[in-house]
């Protein structure tokens, strides 16, 4: 059984939840210790207790054992990777870049702990010296998404570590293994008790456990736009610093002088690959009226000869829905398709032939074309099925594309280089890539959207220090 972490104590519990592969439900990766709200306050407490200490420990030392982590995941690296395959389903080449990364955040954070840049500047009255100190919050709760069940605890984690916060992580109940493993690795490289605690179980209890937790001073989460807003309302009633990272519908435009085989195979790997469980996967192809037929055609094209199986597979490129729940959500919204748009052009079942029928697999399902006003074309599905628009024209194509709540990432494909400039100064999301999928980002720029998808400031970077300190300003008189 895999324990909860306490105050630096591997703990179990009475009750346990079951992790099972998505691919394979007859298989159990592993059984987790399942928390209460008392596991929580408990966790909160130790944090809380440790804060002093390891805040003033100084930063190159708190460094340090990020570092230390870092080379312990590396030394597990393809059982860990392994580990993700069977936990949350995306093919083992996902999960091993997916791990790399993790490993990489730890690395790049652990340098932050030498620099934790401040402020100095000049005053404008006579020997007085002024400066401002980087500082940290406190207890931070952390709420990570099964989706990237590795690299988000990993994001959130160490840029909290390093400013000399504690922390409290609540992972996904769907994938909590890959999060259970950064926080081994932590314990084997010897960060001291409390600073980190891990509490698997309940969303509902253990998050409402969490934003009461009279020793939390900031929250970070990552997940749906409901549990979101809930968590906003709650935390701003304490006055808690707070983080969001909710929902995207994101697009991506098409234009007739786009690199036409390119463009297929950007927008067929955005919206399908991690069985589009991203939420910066593209769920709408917004494409040019002069190529949308020929458009049309290869996509389907291309997304009839991907590879649907389990991911610990050689050559597998689309892996199952998560569970159950997330399933019968994306076979929901297909029929919604079905009922609004007419039946896909490719997909639309869920597949249980042979090895697969043990599994939670849906076929890549392609729609056109699609209009704003339908349901498929306004609402998040998370999983692999996308939706072809048609524009008239660029103006017309960047309307369809902001004209939703949701504004996470979004593309463009196209080789006007003015058009590109156009699109990148009036694209309403946090995330624009030209030329590029609209999901796969690196950890060393900020992360986060903008409108409904994203609340307070932003992830990975520099960025993500801004989050987890705040300024003590000196004025000094000499």
Known sequence: MFANYINGEWVDSPST??????????EVVGLFAKGSAADIDAAAAAAAAAFPAWSAMPGPARGAILYKAADILDKTFDSVAAEMTREEGKTLPEAKGE?????????????????????????????????????????????????????????????????????????????????????????????????VNFVAGSGSELGAAL??????????????????????????????????????????????????NSAVENVVNAAFFSTGQKCTATSRAIVEDAIFDRFVEAVVARTRKLKVGDGMTP??????????????????????????????????????????????????????PVTSEQTIAREEIFGPVLAIMRARDFEDAMSIANAIPFGLSSSIQTTNLSRAFEYIYRAEAGLLTVNLPSAGVEYQLPFGGSKDSSFGPKEQGPAAMEFYSDYKTVYLKY
């Not at 909590?176 to 314990?187: D, K, M, N, T, Y």
Request: aromatic share 8%; hydrophobic share 45%; with cysteine.
């Open 17 to 26: 939840f079951e992790n099972r592969n998505p691919a394979n439900t007859s």
């Open 99 to 195: 791990v790399r990364r993790a490993i990489n955040i730890l690395r790049y954070f652990a340098g932050e702990g030498s620099r934790l840049p401040g402020m100095l500047v000049p005053s404008e009255r006579d020997r007085v010296h002024m400066f401002a100190l980087r500082k940290p919050i406190g207890v931070v709760g952390l709420i990570t998404p099964w989706n990237f069940p590795s690299a988000i605890p990993a994001w959130k984690l160490a840029p909290a570590l390093v400013c000399g916060n504690t922390v409290v992580l609540k992972p996904a109940s769907a994938a909590p293994l890959s999060a259970w493993r950064i926080v081994e690795a932590l314990h084997q490289a010897g960060i001291p008790k409390g600073v």
């Open 211 to 260: 934003v009461n937790a009279a020793p939390l001073k900031a929250i970070s989460f990552t997940g749906s736009c409901e549990i979101g807003a809930w968590l906003h309302a709650h935390a701003s009633r304490r006055h808690l610093r707070i983080q969001l990272e909710m929902g995207g519908k994101n697009p991506t435009i098409v234009l007739a002088d786009a690199e036409f």
């Open 315 to 368: 050559g597998i490129e689309i892996g199952p829905c998560v569970d159950q729940a997330q399933m019968e959500t994306v076979l929901r919204y297909i029929e919604i398709g079905r009922q609004e748009c007419g039946e896909p052009l490719c997909g639309g079942h869920r597949l249980t032939e042979g090895a697969l029928a043990n599994g939670y697999f849906v076929e890549p399902t392609v729609f056109a």
